[in-house]
Protein backbone atom coordinates (compact mmCIF):
# COMPACT_ATOMS: atom_id res chain seq x y z
CA UNK A 1 0.00 0.00 0.00
CA UNK A 2 2.77 2.59 0.91
CA UNK A 3 4.19 1.77 -2.61
CA UNK A 4 1.20 2.76 -4.51
CA UNK A 5 0.61 5.88 -2.68
CA UNK A 6 4.16 7.22 -3.42
CA UNK A 7 3.42 6.44 -7.44
CA UNK A 8 -0.15 8.08 -7.24
CA UNK A 9 1.47 10.75 -5.70
CA UNK A 10 3.73 10.84 -8.29
CA UNK A 11 0.72 10.63 -11.20
CA UNK A 12 -0.81 13.20 -9.36
CA UNK A 13 1.64 16.01 -8.85
CA UNK A 14 2.85 15.62 -13.29
CA UNK A 15 -0.90 14.96 -14.10
CA UNK A 16 -2.51 17.44 -11.97
CA UNK A 17 -6.27 15.80 -11.93
CA UNK A 18 -7.61 18.56 -9.85
CA UNK A 19 -6.82 21.32 -12.93
CA UNK A 20 -8.54 18.78 -15.80
CA UNK A 21 -11.93 19.33 -14.45
CA UNK A 22 -13.80 22.06 -12.35
CA UNK A 23 -15.40 18.91 -10.47
CA UNK A 24 -12.12 17.87 -9.24
CA UNK A 25 -10.86 21.67 -8.46
CA UNK A 26 -11.46 21.41 -5.17
CA UNK A 27 -10.01 18.08 -4.00
CA UNK A 28 -6.82 18.07 -2.38
CA UNK A 29 -5.39 14.79 -4.09
CA UNK A 30 -1.61 15.07 -3.13
CA UNK A 31 -2.03 15.61 0.56
CA UNK A 32 -4.90 12.67 0.47
CA UNK A 33 -2.49 10.61 -1.04
CA UNK A 34 0.80 11.12 0.98
CA UNK A 35 -1.40 11.28 4.36
CA UNK A 36 -3.00 7.98 3.11
CA UNK A 37 1.10 6.97 2.31
CA UNK A 38 1.67 7.82 6.19
CA UNK A 39 -0.72 5.94 7.25
CA UNK A 40 0.15 3.47 5.74
CA UNK A 41 3.91 3.52 7.38
CA UNK A 42 2.31 3.50 10.44
CA UNK A 43 0.26 -0.02 9.82
CA UNK A 44 2.40 -1.75 7.72
CA UNK A 45 4.32 -4.69 9.21
CA UNK A 46 7.71 -2.56 8.90
CA UNK A 47 6.25 0.03 11.12
CA UNK A 48 7.61 3.60 11.58
CA UNK A 49 9.67 4.41 14.60
CA UNK A 50 11.26 7.82 15.52
CA UNK A 51 14.29 6.63 14.93
CA UNK A 52 14.18 6.01 11.11
CA UNK A 53 13.92 9.47 10.95
CA UNK A 54 17.10 10.64 11.29
CA UNK A 55 19.34 7.23 9.86
CA UNK A 56 21.39 9.54 6.99
CA UNK A 57 22.98 12.96 6.44
CA UNK A 58 20.56 13.72 4.41
CA UNK A 59 17.58 13.54 6.94
CA UNK A 60 19.40 16.07 8.82
CA UNK A 61 20.22 18.23 6.12
CA UNK A 62 16.07 18.22 5.03
CA UNK A 63 14.94 18.40 8.47
CA UNK A 64 17.09 21.60 9.42
CA UNK A 65 16.13 23.34 6.01
CA UNK A 66 12.30 22.50 6.69
CA UNK A 67 12.63 23.25 10.23
CA UNK A 68 14.14 26.67 9.10
CA UNK A 69 11.66 27.40 6.75
CA UNK A 70 8.95 27.08 9.43
CA UNK A 71 10.70 29.15 12.47
CA UNK A 72 11.87 31.85 10.29
CA UNK A 73 8.70 33.11 9.10
CA UNK A 74 6.69 35.87 10.47
CA UNK A 75 3.93 33.12 11.80
CA UNK A 76 6.10 30.19 12.57
CA UNK A 77 2.25 28.36 13.09
CA UNK A 78 1.15 29.49 9.93
CA UNK A 79 4.16 28.22 7.89
CA UNK A 80 4.19 24.88 10.01
CA UNK A 81 0.40 24.09 8.59
CA UNK A 82 1.44 25.44 5.17
CA UNK A 83 4.93 23.51 4.66
CA UNK A 84 4.02 20.32 6.86
CA UNK A 85 3.01 18.13 3.68
CA UNK A 86 6.26 19.04 1.89
CA UNK A 87 8.31 17.11 5.59
CA UNK A 88 5.50 14.42 4.77
CA UNK A 89 6.62 13.50 1.36
CA UNK A 90 9.94 13.29 2.25
CA UNK A 91 9.60 10.80 5.26
CA UNK A 92 7.21 8.91 3.20
CA UNK A 93 8.95 8.36 0.00
CA UNK A 94 12.36 8.06 2.05
CA UNK A 95 10.83 5.46 3.99
CA UNK A 96 8.48 3.21 1.65
CA UNK A 97 11.48 3.03 -1.07
CA UNK A 98 13.26 0.62 1.49
CA UNK A 99 14.84 -1.66 -1.91
CA UNK A 100 16.34 -1.74 -5.28
CA UNK A 101 12.92 -2.82 -6.49
CA UNK A 102 10.80 -0.08 -5.15
CA UNK A 103 13.28 2.12 -6.01
CA UNK A 104 13.58 0.43 -9.46
CA UNK A 105 9.76 1.31 -10.14
CA UNK A 106 9.72 4.45 -8.31
CA UNK A 107 12.41 5.99 -11.10
CA UNK A 108 10.36 4.04 -13.56
CA UNK A 109 7.41 5.67 -12.91
CA UNK A 110 9.31 9.09 -12.50
CA UNK A 111 10.42 8.24 -15.99
CA UNK A 112 6.86 7.62 -18.04
CA UNK A 113 5.24 10.64 -16.29
CA UNK A 114 7.96 13.21 -17.57
CA UNK A 115 7.59 11.00 -21.22
CA UNK A 116 4.05 11.85 -20.54
CA UNK A 117 3.96 15.54 -19.79
CA UNK A 118 6.31 15.77 -22.80
CA UNK A 119 3.83 13.74 -25.14
CA UNK A 120 0.85 15.60 -23.96
CA UNK A 121 1.64 19.31 -24.66
CA UNK A 122 3.25 17.89 -28.35
CA UNK A 123 0.18 16.01 -29.24
CA UNK A 124 -1.57 19.56 -28.61
CA UNK A 125 -0.90 20.55 -31.87
CA UNK A 126 -2.35 17.91 -33.86
CA UNK A 127 -5.64 18.19 -32.20
CA UNK A 128 -5.59 16.38 -29.10
CA UNK A 129 -5.96 19.26 -26.84
CA UNK A 130 -8.13 18.27 -23.97
CA UNK A 131 -6.32 21.18 -21.35
CA UNK A 132 -7.15 23.91 -24.21
CA UNK A 133 -3.04 24.30 -24.50
CA UNK A 134 -2.51 25.01 -27.92
CA UNK A 135 -4.69 28.49 -27.11
CA UNK A 136 -1.91 29.14 -24.85
CA UNK A 137 1.22 28.09 -26.57
CA UNK A 138 -0.35 30.48 -30.35
CA UNK A 139 -1.30 33.32 -27.50
CA UNK A 140 0.75 34.65 -25.25
CA UNK A 141 3.51 32.60 -25.64
CA UNK A 142 3.74 33.21 -29.82
CA UNK A 143 4.42 29.71 -30.90
CA UNK A 144 6.65 28.43 -27.78
CA UNK A 145 4.76 25.08 -26.27
CA UNK A 146 3.39 24.99 -22.98
CA UNK A 147 1.12 22.22 -21.37
CA UNK A 148 -1.87 23.97 -19.80
CA UNK A 149 -1.29 22.89 -16.24
CA UNK A 150 -0.14 25.62 -12.93
CA UNK A 151 3.33 24.05 -13.29
CA UNK A 152 4.04 23.64 -17.09
CA UNK A 153 1.75 26.52 -18.52
CA UNK A 154 5.16 28.45 -19.05
CA UNK A 155 7.63 27.21 -21.93
CA UNK A 156 10.76 27.65 -19.85
CA UNK A 157 8.96 25.49 -16.86
CA UNK A 158 7.58 22.72 -19.67
CA UNK A 159 11.33 22.63 -20.88
CA UNK A 160 13.03 22.40 -17.76
CA UNK A 161 10.67 19.97 -16.23
CA UNK A 162 11.28 17.79 -19.08
CA UNK A 163 15.29 17.95 -19.55
CA UNK A 164 15.96 15.02 -17.29
CA UNK A 165 13.74 12.91 -19.07
CA UNK A 166 16.27 12.68 -21.96
CA UNK A 167 18.74 10.75 -19.55
CA UNK A 168 16.33 9.13 -17.76
CA UNK A 169 14.75 7.46 -20.77
CA UNK A 170 18.74 6.46 -21.84
CA UNK A 171 19.59 4.82 -18.54
CA UNK A 172 16.01 2.78 -17.59
CA UNK A 173 15.34 1.76 -21.47
CA UNK A 174 19.02 1.59 -23.42
CA UNK A 175 22.03 1.30 -20.91
CA UNK A 176 22.41 -2.38 -20.69
CA UNK A 177 19.11 -3.57 -21.57
CA UNK A 178 18.24 -5.82 -24.79
CA UNK A 179 17.38 -4.41 -27.68
CA UNK A 180 14.21 -4.48 -27.89
CA UNK A 181 14.19 -1.75 -24.89
CA UNK A 182 16.46 0.04 -26.51
CA UNK A 183 14.34 0.64 -29.24
CA UNK A 184 11.60 1.50 -27.54
CA UNK A 185 13.71 4.12 -25.78
CA UNK A 186 15.33 5.31 -28.90
CA UNK A 187 11.72 5.87 -29.74
CA UNK A 188 10.79 7.58 -26.58
CA UNK A 189 13.68 9.78 -26.79
CA UNK A 190 11.70 12.07 -29.61
CA UNK A 191 9.32 13.22 -27.15
CA UNK A 192 11.43 14.90 -24.63
CA UNK A 193 13.48 16.00 -27.63
CA UNK A 194 11.12 17.84 -29.66
CA UNK A 195 9.79 18.98 -26.49
CA UNK A 196 12.22 20.98 -25.36
CA UNK A 197 13.26 22.25 -28.60
CA UNK A 198 9.45 23.83 -29.37
CA UNK A 199 9.50 25.45 -26.05
CA UNK A 200 12.36 27.63 -27.56
CA UNK A 201 13.63 27.82 -23.83
CA UNK A 202 16.89 29.24 -23.95
CA UNK A 203 17.38 28.76 -20.16
CA UNK A 204 16.02 24.87 -21.07
CA UNK A 205 18.66 23.95 -24.21
CA UNK A 206 21.82 24.86 -21.50
CA UNK A 207 20.01 22.72 -18.28
CA UNK A 208 19.48 20.48 -21.31
CA UNK A 209 23.37 20.45 -22.59
CA UNK A 210 24.57 20.37 -19.09
CA UNK A 211 22.68 17.40 -18.06
CA UNK A 212 23.20 15.57 -21.20
CA UNK A 213 27.38 16.17 -20.86
CA UNK A 214 27.15 14.70 -17.38
CA UNK A 215 25.10 11.73 -18.52
CA UNK A 216 27.68 10.87 -21.26
CA UNK A 217 30.74 11.60 -18.69
CA UNK A 218 29.15 9.94 -15.13
CA UNK A 219 31.11 7.02 -14.66
CA UNK A 220 33.62 6.63 -17.09
CA UNK A 221 38.00 6.87 -16.25
CA UNK A 222 38.83 10.49 -15.08
CA UNK A 223 40.62 11.11 -18.68
CA UNK A 224 37.38 10.08 -20.79
CA UNK A 225 36.19 12.90 -18.54
CA UNK A 226 38.33 15.64 -19.10
CA UNK A 227 38.47 15.08 -23.03
CA UNK A 228 34.74 15.55 -22.80
CA UNK A 229 34.68 18.60 -20.70
CA UNK A 230 37.57 19.98 -23.07
CA UNK A 231 35.86 19.10 -26.35
CA UNK A 232 32.22 20.17 -24.62
CA UNK A 233 34.01 23.84 -24.13
CA UNK A 234 35.66 23.80 -27.57
CA UNK A 235 32.53 22.76 -29.73
CA UNK A 236 29.67 22.78 -27.23
CA UNK A 237 28.74 26.72 -27.21
CA UNK A 238 28.70 26.55 -30.84
CA UNK A 239 25.82 24.10 -31.25
CA UNK A 240 23.59 25.93 -28.57
CA UNK A 241 24.08 28.95 -30.19
CA UNK A 242 22.92 27.37 -33.52
CA UNK A 243 19.63 26.72 -31.51
CA UNK A 244 16.37 29.51 -31.88
CA UNK A 245 16.70 32.42 -30.16
CA UNK A 246 20.19 31.89 -27.86
CA UNK A 247 22.14 34.50 -30.38
CA UNK A 248 19.76 36.69 -27.57
CA UNK A 249 21.67 35.92 -25.46
CA UNK A 250 24.36 38.69 -27.14
CA UNK A 251 22.26 41.68 -26.72
CA UNK A 252 21.47 40.64 -22.93
CA UNK A 253 21.71 44.34 -22.28
CA UNK A 254 19.30 45.29 -24.53
CA UNK A 255 16.85 42.26 -24.01
CA UNK A 256 13.93 43.33 -21.56
CA UNK A 257 12.87 39.96 -20.67
CA UNK A 258 17.20 39.34 -19.68
CA UNK A 259 17.20 42.73 -17.89
CA UNK A 260 13.52 41.68 -16.03
CA UNK A 261 16.05 38.62 -14.45
CA UNK A 262 18.68 40.92 -13.30
CA UNK A 263 16.71 43.29 -11.39
CA UNK A 264 15.03 39.81 -9.73
CA UNK A 265 18.51 38.82 -8.92
CA UNK A 266 19.53 42.25 -7.80
CA UNK A 267 16.50 42.77 -5.42
CA UNK A 268 16.97 38.95 -4.03
CA UNK A 269 20.66 39.42 -3.23
CA UNK A 270 19.78 42.82 -1.79
CA UNK A 271 17.65 41.03 1.14
CA UNK A 272 20.36 38.32 1.14
CA UNK A 273 22.75 40.61 2.42
CA UNK A 274 20.31 43.40 4.27
CA UNK A 275 18.73 40.73 6.28
CA UNK A 276 20.74 37.57 6.48
CA UNK A 277 17.66 35.68 7.64
CA UNK A 278 15.60 36.56 4.65
CA UNK A 279 12.12 37.54 4.52
CA UNK A 280 10.26 34.40 5.48
CA UNK A 281 8.87 31.53 2.76
CA UNK A 282 6.39 33.11 0.74
CA UNK A 283 7.52 37.01 1.19
CA UNK A 284 8.92 37.52 -2.11
CA UNK A 285 6.36 39.21 -4.12
CA UNK A 286 5.57 41.23 -1.59
CA UNK A 287 9.30 42.65 -0.71
CA UNK A 288 9.97 42.69 -4.51
CA UNK A 289 6.93 45.17 -4.98
CA UNK A 290 7.59 47.45 -1.91
CA UNK A 291 11.02 47.86 -3.47
CA UNK A 292 10.10 48.61 -6.85
CA UNK A 293 6.61 49.16 -6.94
CA UNK A 294 5.66 46.34 -9.69
CA UNK A 295 5.34 42.61 -9.50
CA UNK A 296 8.44 40.18 -10.70
CA UNK A 297 8.86 36.24 -10.13
CA UNK A 298 12.81 35.49 -8.74
CA UNK A 299 13.20 33.45 -11.69
CA UNK A 300 15.61 31.19 -9.83
CA UNK A 301 15.32 29.09 -7.12
CA UNK A 302 18.68 30.27 -5.50
CA UNK A 303 17.47 34.33 -5.51
CA UNK A 304 13.99 33.16 -4.00
CA UNK A 305 15.76 31.13 -1.30
CA UNK A 306 17.88 33.48 -0.80
CA UNK A 307 15.48 36.52 -0.43
CA UNK A 308 13.31 34.86 1.75
CA UNK A 309 15.48 32.07 3.89
CA UNK A 310 18.70 33.73 3.75
CA UNK A 311 21.81 32.37 4.23
CA UNK A 312 20.38 29.86 6.64
CA UNK A 313 18.24 28.76 3.98
CA UNK A 314 21.10 28.62 1.72
CA UNK A 315 23.18 26.63 3.34
CA UNK A 316 20.75 23.61 4.05
CA UNK A 317 19.64 23.91 0.53
CA UNK A 318 23.69 23.54 -0.36
CA UNK A 319 23.89 20.59 2.78
CA UNK A 320 21.33 18.29 0.90
CA UNK A 321 22.83 19.09 -2.74
CA UNK A 322 26.14 18.03 -0.96
CA UNK A 323 24.85 14.81 0.11
CA UNK A 324 22.88 13.98 -2.61
CA UNK A 325 26.10 14.31 -5.04
CA UNK A 326 27.74 12.36 -2.41
CA UNK A 327 25.95 9.85 -2.29
CA UNK A 328 25.06 8.94 -6.00
CA UNK A 329 28.73 10.39 -7.09
CA UNK A 330 30.82 7.94 -4.25
CA UNK A 331 28.57 4.58 -4.25
CA UNK A 332 30.03 1.36 -5.39
CA UNK A 333 27.51 -0.73 -6.58
CA UNK A 334 27.09 -4.44 -7.57
CA UNK A 335 24.24 -4.77 -9.74
CA UNK A 336 22.92 -3.37 -12.99
CA UNK A 337 19.95 -2.51 -11.09
CA UNK A 338 21.63 -0.52 -8.49
CA UNK A 339 23.72 1.02 -11.08
CA UNK A 340 21.03 2.55 -13.17
CA UNK A 341 19.39 3.75 -10.32
CA UNK A 342 21.99 5.67 -9.33
CA UNK A 343 22.95 7.30 -12.30
CA UNK A 344 18.89 8.42 -12.68
CA UNK A 345 18.94 9.90 -9.51
CA UNK A 346 22.32 11.28 -10.41
CA UNK A 347 21.01 13.13 -13.35
CA UNK A 348 17.95 14.46 -11.72
CA UNK A 349 19.97 16.08 -8.92
CA UNK A 350 22.62 17.79 -12.08
CA UNK A 351 19.28 18.98 -13.81
CA UNK A 352 17.75 20.67 -11.08
CA UNK A 353 20.77 22.13 -9.81
CA UNK A 354 21.66 23.99 -13.24
CA UNK A 355 17.94 24.54 -14.26
CA UNK A 356 17.51 26.57 -10.65
CA UNK A 357 19.67 29.21 -11.75
CA UNK A 358 17.39 30.04 -14.35
CA UNK A 359 13.73 29.12 -13.44
CA UNK A 360 11.91 29.60 -9.37
CA UNK A 361 11.79 25.70 -9.03
CA UNK A 362 11.83 26.45 -5.00
CA UNK A 363 9.91 24.67 -2.98
CA UNK A 364 8.58 22.19 -5.09
CA UNK A 365 7.96 18.43 -4.19
CA UNK A 366 10.31 17.44 -7.01
CA UNK A 367 13.03 18.60 -4.90
CA UNK A 368 11.98 16.37 -1.92
CA UNK A 369 11.50 13.66 -4.17
CA UNK A 370 14.85 12.82 -5.73
CA UNK A 371 16.03 13.42 -2.49
CA UNK A 372 14.17 10.87 -0.56
CA UNK A 373 14.98 8.94 -3.55
CA UNK A 374 18.82 9.33 -3.12
CA UNK A 375 18.76 8.89 0.98
CA UNK A 376 16.84 5.48 0.55
CA UNK A 377 19.65 4.26 -1.81
CA UNK A 378 21.99 5.17 0.32
CA UNK A 379 19.91 3.28 3.47
CA UNK A 380 19.80 -0.07 0.95
CA UNK A 381 23.63 0.44 0.31
CA UNK A 382 24.59 0.87 3.90
CA UNK A 383 23.05 -1.37 5.34
CA UNK A 384 24.59 -3.62 2.88
CA UNK A 385 27.62 -2.54 4.42
CA UNK A 386 27.03 -3.43 7.79
CA UNK A 387 25.37 -6.80 7.17
CA UNK A 388 21.63 -5.23 7.76
CA UNK A 389 20.25 -5.30 4.50
CA UNK A 390 16.57 -5.22 3.98
CA UNK A 391 14.86 -7.66 1.26
CA UNK A 392 11.71 -8.19 -0.11
CA UNK A 393 11.59 -11.80 -0.71
CA UNK A 394 8.88 -11.45 -3.31
CA UNK A 395 10.82 -9.07 -6.03
CA UNK A 396 13.91 -8.65 -5.04
CA UNK A 397 16.01 -10.16 -8.05
CA UNK A 398 18.92 -12.54 -8.19
CA UNK A 399 17.87 -14.30 -4.56
CA UNK A 400 19.38 -17.42 -4.65
CA UNK A 401 16.82 -20.13 -3.58
CA UNK A 402 17.22 -21.52 -0.25
CA UNK A 403 16.35 -25.59 0.22
CA UNK A 404 15.69 -27.44 2.86
CA UNK A 405 18.43 -29.76 4.75
CA UNK A 406 18.52 -32.33 7.87
CA UNK A 407 20.80 -30.52 10.49
CA UNK A 408 22.44 -32.29 13.40
CA UNK A 409 21.45 -31.14 16.96
CA UNK A 410 24.18 -32.39 19.61
CA UNK A 411 22.25 -30.58 22.09
CA UNK A 412 19.50 -32.92 22.04
CA UNK A 413 21.19 -36.18 21.84
CA UNK A 414 23.25 -35.22 24.97
CA UNK A 415 19.72 -34.67 26.44
CA UNK A 416 18.42 -38.41 25.56
CA UNK A 417 21.89 -39.33 26.14
CA UNK A 418 21.80 -38.63 29.89
CA UNK A 419 18.02 -40.26 29.53
CA UNK A 420 20.02 -43.36 28.65
CA UNK A 421 19.02 -42.79 25.03
CA UNK A 422 21.08 -43.67 21.99
CA UNK A 423 19.28 -41.35 19.90
CA UNK A 424 20.16 -39.54 16.59
CA UNK A 425 18.10 -35.83 16.49
CA UNK A 426 17.74 -34.62 13.10
CA UNK A 427 16.16 -31.09 12.29
CA UNK A 428 14.64 -30.14 8.57
CA UNK A 429 15.79 -26.61 8.73
CA UNK A 430 16.31 -24.16 5.30
CA UNK A 431 19.67 -23.66 4.54
CA UNK A 432 20.85 -21.17 2.11
CA UNK A 433 23.16 -22.99 -0.97
CA UNK A 434 27.01 -22.44 -0.82
CA UNK A 435 27.50 -19.48 -3.49
CA UNK A 436 25.03 -17.51 -1.10
CA UNK A 437 26.81 -18.25 2.05
CA UNK A 438 29.97 -17.26 0.07
CA UNK A 439 28.72 -14.22 -0.84
CA UNK A 440 27.21 -13.12 2.53
CA UNK A 441 30.82 -14.04 4.04
CA UNK A 442 32.81 -12.12 1.19
CA UNK A 443 32.98 -8.22 1.86
CA UNK A 444 30.71 -7.01 -0.16
CA UNK A 445 31.04 -4.25 -2.70
CA UNK A 446 27.95 -1.78 -2.84
CA UNK A 447 28.53 0.89 -0.30
CA UNK A 448 29.27 4.14 0.24
CA UNK A 449 32.52 5.02 -0.24
CA UNK A 450 34.72 5.50 3.19
CA UNK A 451 31.19 4.02 4.98
CA UNK A 452 29.92 8.16 5.38
CA UNK A 453 26.72 8.19 7.26
CA UNK A 454 27.68 10.72 9.62
CA UNK A 455 27.81 14.63 8.82
CA UNK A 456 31.19 15.60 10.08
CA UNK A 457 33.17 18.69 10.45
CA UNK A 458 34.45 18.44 6.50
CA UNK A 459 30.81 18.13 5.65
CA UNK A 460 30.00 20.96 7.16
CA UNK A 461 32.84 22.87 6.14
CA UNK A 462 32.22 21.93 3.12
CA UNK A 463 28.85 23.16 2.89
CA UNK A 464 29.80 26.57 3.99
CA UNK A 465 32.03 26.48 1.40
CA UNK A 466 29.58 25.72 -1.42
CA UNK A 467 27.47 27.96 0.09
CA UNK A 468 29.86 30.77 -0.14
CA UNK A 469 30.96 29.77 -4.01
CA UNK A 470 26.93 30.09 -4.56
CA UNK A 471 26.16 33.69 -3.44
CA UNK A 472 30.01 34.75 -5.20
CA UNK A 473 28.53 33.10 -8.17
CA UNK A 474 25.28 34.93 -7.84
CA UNK A 475 27.35 38.17 -7.87
CA UNK A 476 29.10 37.33 -10.84
CA UNK A 477 25.73 36.77 -12.63
CA UNK A 478 24.48 40.12 -12.35
CA UNK A 479 27.63 41.73 -13.51
CA UNK A 480 27.49 40.07 -16.41
CA UNK A 481 24.23 40.08 -17.47
Not at 109 to 129: E, N, P
Request: glycine residues 8%.
Amino acid sequence: MDLITVILFLVVYYLRPQEWSGAFSTIKFAQIVMLTGLAALFFRQRGLRPKDLFQTPHDWMVFGFWFWIVISAPSPWTAFKENANLYIFYIVIVQTLYSIPRLRIFVGWWTGLVVTIAGLAIVSRMGFDPLESLAITDGPMRGRLVLNLSIFNNPNALGHAVVPGIAMIYYYYIWKRPMTMRLVGTGLLVLPLFCIYSTLSKGAFVAGGVTILATLAFGRPKWVQVSMLVAALMFGSGALYSLPRMQELNKSRGDAAIQGRVAAFKHGYNMLKKTNHGVGKGGWSESFFNANRYLKAPHSSYVMIGAELGYVGLFFLCGIFYCSLRTVMTARTETPDEERIRRMLFVLVISYLVSSWMVDFGYRPTFFMFTAAIAALHRHLHHIQIGERDPEPATEPDLPAWHPQLIPQPALERAFADRGLDTKVMTLELQPPPEAEAKVLASPTSQIARGWNRLTLFDLAATALSTYALVRFWAYIMMRM
